[in-house]
C-alpha cells in the first residue's frame, strides 16, 4: 500500500477516466429540460429537491456590491464532501476520486472520495448508490468534520459538509470495480493542488479546511523559511478580533435583495435566461457520461461569460509571512458576513488597496486556472493567485481586513461559515507544492 501514483502518473489517469467517460453536451431549451419547470417565478426541479434558479434583486446596494439584478441557485440542502485517509509509512494516504462533471473546463478533475448533494446520495435521481457512503457513515473517526459555503454570489444559503474521515492503515477498499478513485500520497497532492483545472474546487475546500499536518509527509509542512516562521506564529487573541470584523454593531438584520420573478429575464427563443443588460445567465443541458450514479440527465446551469479574478496578497514581515483576508458581504450569505480573498473582481477594491497591486509593487507567487463548481456553472473560468506585496502599512487596523498568520490562517478556514469558497480555494494553492517552492528565495 506504500507504493503510489506519482504526479505524472495521476495525470495519465485523470486522462484514461476522462476517455473513458465519454462526456457528451447538448444545450436544450427550457421546455426540453427533462423533470425541470417554471413555477411560482423559479426555474425549479418537480420534485422540489436538488436546487432551482431564482431571480434577485437590489433594491438598495451593500457596500462592494453592485446594485443589479441577477440569478443565483437556490440549494438550501447541504450536501457531503469527504476525503477518506490513511496512514503509511510515508505519510498520510488520500482516497481521490477523478470525477467527470458536464460544466468542468477539460471535464475531469481530481475530487473527494465522496461528493454528493443530499438529493443524489437520498438517489432522488432513481440511480446507483452513491459509492462509499455507507463506508463514511460508519467511519471510526473525522478529523474535521464541518459545514462551509459555496460562493456567495452565486449561491444562496448553500453550505456544504466538509469532512475527512479517518480510518487505520489496514483499510483497503475493493477498487477494482471501480477504477475511478485510486490512493495517493500526500505529497502528490500537493502536487495537483498547483496544477491548472486539475482538483476541483469541492476537493480544495476540504483540504485546506482539515488539519494541514495531514499534508507534510513525515517532514516539516513548509520548507521556505519565512512560511515556516509563520506557520509558528500563533496569536490567541487574533480569532477573537477577526470575529469583530465579522459582526460589526450594530448588526445587520435586514437583507439587502429581494427575491425576483423569473418571468422577467426570459428569452424570446427558450434557451437562455438573461439579466437585465442582456447577458445570457442561465442554459439547460442535456448530460451523457459514463461513471456516474445516472448516465444521463437534464438540468440549468449559470453560465459564465467572463473569467473571474481572484488573489491574495502575501507580505514579508521580520522574515514572517502574512496573508490579507477581507470582509465580504455577499448575497448568498444573507445577514452573515465571511472572509474572502484580498481581491475579487466581483467586487471593488478599497482605495487604501490601489497602492499594494501597482506595478512594481505586487509579483505572482502562484497562480493556477480553475474551473469553478462544473455541476452547477458551465465553464466557469476562474484565476486564483498568490501574489507578494512589497510595500504596506505596518500595524495599520482596517475596517475590511487584517493581515494574519499561517497558523492563524489555518485556524480561521477550519471555522464553519467563516471563509468564503474563494479563499479556501486560495489557501490551497498556499498547500500547494509549487507554492512553498516559490517560497524558497524570500
Known amino acids: 500500500m506504500d507504493t503510489m501514483m506519482d504526479i505524472s502518473e495521476v495525470n495519465s489517469w485523470v486522462d484514461a477516466t476522462r476517455l473513458s467517460s465519454q462526456l457528451r453536451l447538448r444545450q436544450v431549451p427550457f421546455e426540453e429540460c427533462?423533470?425541470?419547470?417554471f413555477s411560482e417565478g423559479r426555474f425549479c426541479h418537480e420534485t422540489g429537491a436538488f436546487f432551482s434558479i431564482t431571480g434577485v434583486h437590489f433594491p438598495q446596494a451593500a457596500i462592494g456590491t453592485a446594485p443589479t439584478p441577477s440569478i443565483m441557485i437556490d440549494q438550501p440542502e447541504v450536501g457531503w464532501l469527504a476525503?477518506?485517509?490513511?496512514?503509511?509509512?510515508?505519510?498520510?494516504?488520500?482516497?481521490?476520486?477523478?470525477?467527470?462533471?458536464?460544466?468542468?473546463?477539460?471535464?475531469?478533475?481530481?475530487a473527494p472520495t465522496i461528493q454528493a448533494t443530499r438529493s443524489n446520495y437520498q438517489r432522488v435521481h432513481g440511480g446507483k448508490p452513491t459509492l462509499f457512503l455507507e463506508t463514511l457513515k460508519n467511519a471510526p473517526g473525522f478529523v474535521s468534520d464541518a459545514p462551509h459555503s459555496e460562493q456567495g454570489t452565486r449561491f444562496v444559503w448553500k453550505f456544504n459538509r466538509n469532512s475527512v474521515a479517518a480510518f487505520p492503515d489496514t483499510f483497503d477498499p475493493d477498487l477494482s470495480q471501480h477504477p475511478q478513485w485510486q490512493w495517493v500520497s500526500s505529497a502528490t497532492l500537493r502536487e495537483a493542488l498547483g496544477k491548472d483545472y486539475f482538483t476541483n474546487t469541492d476537493a480544495r475546500s476540504v483540504v485546506s479546511t482539515a488539519p494541514w499536518a495531514l499534508l507534510a509527509s513525515n517532514a516539516p509542512l513548509f520548507?521556505?523559511?519565512?512560511?515556516?516562521?509563520?506557520?509558528?506564529?500563533?496569536?490567541?487573541?487574533?480569532?477573537?478580533i477577526l470575529d469583530q470584523l465579522l459582526h460589526p454593531k450594530p448588526r445587520k438584520t435586514k437583507l439587502f435583495w429581494e427575491r425576483a420573478n423569473l418571468d422577467t429575464y426570459r428569452d424570446r427563443d427558450g434557451f437562455t435566461l438573461k439579466d437585465a443588460t442582456g447577458k445570457d445567465m442561465v442554459a439547460c443541458y442535456e448530460t451523457n457520461v459514463n461513471h456516474r450514479e445516472v448516465p444521463n440527465w437534464c438540468q440549468p446551469f449559470l453560465l459564465a461569460p467572463q473569467q473571474t479574478d481572484h488573489a491574495l496578497l502575501m507580505r514579508v514581515q521580520e522574515s514572517s509571512?502574512?496573508?490579507?483576508v477581507r470582509v465580504f458581504d455577499e448575497p448568498g450569505f444573507g445577514t452573515r458576513r465571511e472572509f474572502g480573498p484580498s481581491v475579487h473582481?466581483?467586487?471593488?477594491?478599497?482605495?487604501?488597496?490601489?497602492?499594494w497591486l501597482s506595478e512594481g509593487n505586487?509579483?505572482?507567487?502562484v497562480h493556477i486556472q480553475q474551473s469553478d463548481e462544473g455541476g452547477r456553472f458551465m465553464q466557469a473560468n476562474a484565476s486564483y493567485r498568490v501574489a507578494l506585496v512589497k510595500n504596506t502599512p505596518d500595524r495599520v487596523q482596517y475596517p475590511f481586513g487584517r493581515w494574519v498568520s499561517l497558523a492563524t490562517l489555518e485556524q480561521l478556514v477550519a471555522q464553519p461559515g467563516k471563509t468564503t469558497n474563494e479563499l479556501r480555494t486560495l489557501v490551497s494553492l498556499v498547500l500547494s507544492a509549487a507554492f512553498d517552492r516559490a517560497c524558497q528565495t524570500l
Open 362 to 365: 505586487c509579483s505572482d507567487l
Open 345 to 355: 473582481s466581483s467586487f471593488d477594491l478599497p482605495d487604501l488597496m490601489q497602492n
Open 321 to 324: 509571512a502574512e496573508v490579507f
Open 83 to 110: 476525503f477518506f485517509i490513511r496512514p503509511s509509512t510515508t505519510g498520510i494516504q488520500w482516497l481521490v476520486q477523478a470525477k467527470t462533471e458536464p460544466g468542468n473546463i477539460q471535464d475531469t478533475h481530481l
Open 34 to 37: 427533462r423533470q425541470w419547470l
Open 223 to 240: 520548507k521556505a523559511p519565512a512560511l515556516a516562521k509563520s506557520y509558528a506564529t500563533r496569536h490567541n487573541r487574533k480569532l477573537q
